[in-house]
């Protein structure tokens, strides 16, 4: 083979595609469609809780295209990472998603599923050899961080998906998984170069994101050559440019040339793009540098509950207050934990974000940012539950609304509030306990791969 082509349709499952692109891509004959079903950009509360922060119905959809067309074309489908976390309760979720697409359409198909859920058992082992290292500025974890996690996945890498598809599977359903992998698996598999098929796979998986204007809800499309790679959106509102492409492959990375990964790195020190057509760019360059010593490492995932949140959304208009609203917040603090503190509720987070001020810059201290003529003001309460939390919020809510400060000339309300009930129960909340590297002896090992037959969809 001396051509790839891989058709990305969007940038995470569930967020849409427009039919004529999606049409497009598959006139041009693909060898495999590939999907990226999730992220942790989202924060560590799905994974914690356990559900999908994409829409069901709106992953059906997508669903719904791709999986026929692909059936028909007799080409693999590949979703990484579903469910949005990759946990066995998001890949059970995508699973009965599949199942009920097969059923409804009368589709008959091979089905790989692949769980990237560890044990907490094999984890505590590993932590214990020596075999979890941390990652950048992250600190060890400790056995509580391993016990209290709701559920602890890996993040595999080329080999299971390869697995599966040496198997014969049409449809390849993953846990959580190497983002680039699910585009790069099969050209992998049959003896592309690593580094270039990876490289690819980055720019691929946030799909028209990569050209201008760029979308995550628009299809991209790649072809896979002996020493490149070319890049082509599928919409003819977008172009690939050079600046475009290059721009993205420096997306989630701290370092502009190195980008690691499951059992080694992706170096781009020689990479180069060049404009093609119009609308597209080859890439060439790319180099997979594998790990030293042969050593595999897989990321590690998970996350526990830290508290439960309440918040409330106020707004302010009154110059006056505007002008002091600092030394306000720290005042209607001071009245909270004063308030409470013989009470014996005294184990919470009060925090108030001021949008229109400091609402995003406000975690860079000591920058001087203009403070608009209105506020948007988010009050937020965490404590040990929820009940805590909603006393917290509600009391820190009234405070600010009447709190007396200087030179104030009316005694209405300081606050405007947009929505009645004013306080939003939010539930838990969860914060990473696992985001560490663990040296594993196979890359297949914590990643089983799983056949079945799913006949208008049974699973046999």
Not at 213 to 237: Q, V, W
Not at 291 to 317: M, N
Request: aromatic share 8%; with cysteine.
């Amino acid at each position: 083979m001396k051509e790839l082509r891989v058709l990305s349709p969007t940038a995470i499952l569930g967020y849409g595609f427009p039919e004529e692109s999606f049409n497009e891509g598959m006139r041009k004959k693909p060898h495999v469609i590939a999907v990226d079903g999730g992220s942790t950009d989202p924060g560590p509360h799905y994974l914690g809780a356990g559900y999908s922060f994409t829409d069901r119905n709106a992953v059906k959809r997508d669903l719904q295209y791709m999986i026929p067309a692909a059936l028909k074309n007799n080409i693999p489908v590949i979703v990484g990472t579903s469910g949005g976390s990759g946990a066995d309760s998001h890949l059970q979720w995508t699973v009965e998603i599949v199942q009920e697409i097969a059923k409804e359409l009368n589709l008959n198909f091979k089905l790989a599923v692949i769980s990237a859920e560890i044990d907490k058992s094999i984890v505590k082992q590993k932590f214990k050899d020596g075999k979890i290292v941390p990652m950048d500025a992250h600190a060890m974890p400790t056995l509580k961080d391993i016990e209290n996690s709701t559920a602890i996945v890996g993040q595999m890498g080329l080999e299971p998906h390869i697995e599966a598809l040496e198997k014969g599977a049409d449809v390849i359903l993953a846990g959580r998984t190497y983002d680039p992998v699910s585009f790069a698996a099969l050209a992998v598999k049959e003896g592309f170069d690593e580094g270039l098929a990876t490289h690819m796979g980055k720019i691929l998986e946030c799909a028209a994101i990569a050209s201008t204007p760029g979308s995550g809800s628009d299809c991209m499309f790649a072809y896979l050559r002996e020493d490149e790679f070319e890049l082509e959106p599928l919409s003819p509102i977008r172009k690939c440019t050079e600046l475009s492409v290059a721009a993205h492959t420096l997306y989630e990375k701290t370092n502009p040339y190195i980008l690691p990964g499951p059992g080694g790195i992706l170096n781009l020190e020689k990479t180069t793009f060049t404009q093609n057509k119009e609308n597209s760019v080859i890439v060439k360059g790319s180099r997979h540098i594998p790990t030293e010593d042969d050593k595999y490492f897989v990321k590690l995932e998970s996350a526990k509950i830290a508290g439960y949140r309440t918040v409330s959304i106020a707004s302010c208009r009154d110059p006056i207050l505007v002008s002091q609203i600092d030394s306000v917040v720290e005042q209607v603090k001071e009245k909270v934990i004063s308030n409470f503190k013989s009470y014996g509720l005294k184990d919470f987070f009060l925090d108030f974000k001021i949008y229109g001020k400091n609402g995003v810059m406000g975690l860079f201290k000591g920058l001087e940012v203009p403070t608009s003529e209105e506020l948007c003001i988010i009050i937020e309460a965490v404590a040990q539950n929820q009940a805590e939390a909603d006393t917290i919020c509600s009391f820190a809510r009234s405070t600010m609304l009447h709190f007396g400060y200087d030179n104030r000339k009316s005694t209405a309300g300081n606050l405007a509030f947009p929505f009645s009930p004013s306080d939003f129960k939010v539930g838990e909340v969860y914060e990473f306990a696992l985001y560490h590297l663990m040296e594993v002896d196979s890359p297949t090992e914590h990643f089983p791969v799983k056949i079945y037959q799913c006949n208008k969809g049974e699973l046999i």
